[in-house]
């Protein structure tokens, strides 16, 4: 169980929690295919994030924009290829003032953005985002 500042997130067999060369904790796939850093994000109202995240990332490459329902949650996933390579964010909303964001970089270079989304995908859906 990964336990952010305000949410915990549960996640399969298949993904780990690490420590990077920055010291901040991520999950990453066991394969070391991707890895996915997360925090909390109570700056803005959750539209009001996810409009300036939409904005900042709709002219990358691949830039897609999709509401879902992660478990009972509203989220917005966006996937896009940047300098770095692939990536998908999830902004999957704690309630009218808080996001949690979850974004998976792709760790190989050969990964595409559908190979990396379709891994994210399954992770996002299995993971138990809660508040608290």
Do not use: C, H, R
């Amino acid at each position: 169980m990964f336990v952010g500042k305000g949410y915990t997130i549960a996640y399969p067999e298949t993904v780990e929690e690490v420590t990077d060369s920055l010291g901040n904790k991520v999950l990453e796939d066991k394969a070391g295919v991707w890895s996915a850093n997360t925090s909390l994000s109570d700056d803005y109202a959750y539209d009001e994030t996810v409009a300036k995240f939409s904005k900042n990332l709709q002219n990358s490459e691949g830039f897609k924009s999709e509401n879902l329902t992660i478990g009972d949650m509203e989220a917005v996933k966006l996937t896009y290829v940047d300098s770095i390579g692939s990536n998908v964010l999830y902004l999957i909303k704690l309630n009218d003032n808080a996001a949690v964001f979850l974004n998976f970089s792709a760790q190989k270079s050969a990964t595409t953005v559908e190979q990396l989304e379709t891994n994210a995908d399954l992770v996002a859906t299995a993971s138990g985002v809660k508040a608290g």
